[in-house]
């Protein structure tokens, strides 16, 4: 008998992948983790912040330094990425918690301590559109009122152009970088190899485990799920920065 079909998933060879190659990959990375860390306003009181597909947790860390009162967890579908960020992140002791989570799922959405934010990196665009706007709704459920949603991912260009120039601007980012960092395109080697730029492929396949919906789609989701603020802070090469808060009515 045949298996049931399974879902095209983020596999551990993926992990990997990220782990070496990351640095090449992401356009602009930390100027990226610099600005998720600006939008997040000064929490009033000591709280969470979580940090869903948190990879090995460069992000992370970052917010455990940049907001000293908070806890951070990190929620992710990979034990190498969860064995990561366990082993580095070892020194901030209490503050860093871990859990490992199917984004997709729900019985995470519930937590029993207060959430300043919720950010994530590169992993929404795993979700269809239909888990986005479910997501998008449960976040605002459990922030506290005027906590924030911040999510850097790669958006779906709006037509055929769009893709196109994103398309390029990514290539042309990640060559510069492997010029920059190595003096040679070894990093943007692999990057070709695997066929990483979502952009440059003609057409959509389905059964990749990249499912990236238009910023616009996903300003006016987040809008709909009920935050106020929602603002685009940084875009380069198809990637963006973007968010909002929950509504805080006691708030001066
Ligand atoms: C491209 S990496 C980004 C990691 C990190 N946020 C960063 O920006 O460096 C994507 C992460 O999402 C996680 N991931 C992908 N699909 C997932 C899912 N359905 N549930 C939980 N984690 C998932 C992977 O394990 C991986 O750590």
């Known amino acids: 008998m045949q298996d049931a079909v399974t879902k095209p998933q983020w596999e551990e ?23 998720i860390c600006e939008v997040i306003p000064p929490p009033s009181k000591p709280a969470y912040i979580l940090d869903l597909c948190c990879g090995e947790g460069l992000l992370t860390r970052a917010l455990l330094d940049k907001f000293p009162e908070c806890h951070v967890y990190g929620l992710d579908g990979s034990p190498k990425m969860l064995a990561h960020v366990e082993e580095s992140l070892a020194d901030y002791g209490e503050r860093i918690k871990t859990r490992q989570f ?17 950010v994530s990196s590169l992993a929404i665009h795993h979700l269809d559109g239909t888990e986005k706007q479910a997501l998008f709704k449960d976040m605002v459920s459990l922030l506290m009122p005027g ?21 390029q601007a990514w290539d042309e980012v990640v060559r ?10 070894k990093g943007y080697d692999y990057f ?23 910023l616009f789609d996903q300003l006016k989701w987040l809008d709909e799920a009920g935050f106020i603020g929602v603002d685009v802070f940084w875009m ?3 990637h963006a920065i973007f968010g909002g808060r929950k509504p805080n009515p006691g708030a001066k």
């Open 102 to 118: 199917d984004l997709a799922a729900t019985d995470w959405r519930e937590l029993p301590f207060p959430i300043h934010a919720v």
């Open 192 to 214: 070709c190899e695997l066929g990483w730029n979502h952009y440059a492929q003609s057409e959509p396949d389905p059964d990749s485990i990249d499912k990236p919906s238009s």
């Open 176 to 185: 510069q970088r492997s010029l920059d960092l190595d003096g040679d395109l």
């Open 236 to 238: 380069k090469a198809g």
């Open 13 to 35: 060879d993926n992990s990997q992948d990220f782990i070496d190659y990351g640095k090449y990959f992401v356009p602009d990375r930390e100027v990226q983790i610099n600005c």
């Open 147 to 167: 906590g924030s949603l911040i999510i850097a991912d790669l958006t779906e260009p709006m037509d055929q152009f769009g893709k196109k120039l994103a398309a």
